[in-house]
Nanobody, 131 residues
């Protein structure tokens, strides 16, 4: 079992930056590819970013490319999402998710499209961006 806990959300103004953290317990996060998703009220869950277990590959949704950066510190069992140039459309609950699959071209392909096999999810952290 893995427990994922997100933190770092809050209320910010448009143009501000924020860093989210996803800390794992129960098992080392280095066993998993990790992804970030978000869900705004009344909208479907949206893929945001992903990082392979080694951190060698990262993937981003077009809507956040160039503004968000996903990273990980396996020694701290934590994955980060650095968000900059935030706008009101970034308002959502942000969740992290863990994918245990082995490294392969197909795994990377699916990770990049938010179609991983997510065995574990965090409860989410709210990000609200005011104009």
């Amino acid at each position: 079992q893995v427990q994922l806990v997100e933190s770092g959300g809050g209320l910010v103004q448009a143009g501000d930056s924020l860093r989210l953290s996803c800390t794992a317990s129960g098992r080392t996060v280095s066993n998993y590819h990790m992804s970030w998703f978000r869900q705004a009220p009344g909208k479907e869950r949206e893929f945001v970013a992903a990082i392979t277990r080694s951190g060698s590959r990262t993937y981003y949704a077009d809507s956040v490319k160039g503004r968000f950066t996903v990273s990980r510190d396996n020694a701290k069992n934590t994955v980060y999402l650095q968000m900059s140039s935030l706008n009101t459309e970034d308002t959502a609950i942000y969740h992290c998710a863990a994918d245990p699959r082995t490294d392969s071209a197909w795994t990377y392909y699916e990770l990049g499209r938010g179609r991983g096999r997510y065995d574990y999810w965090g409860q989410g952290t709210q990000v609200t961006v005011s104009s």
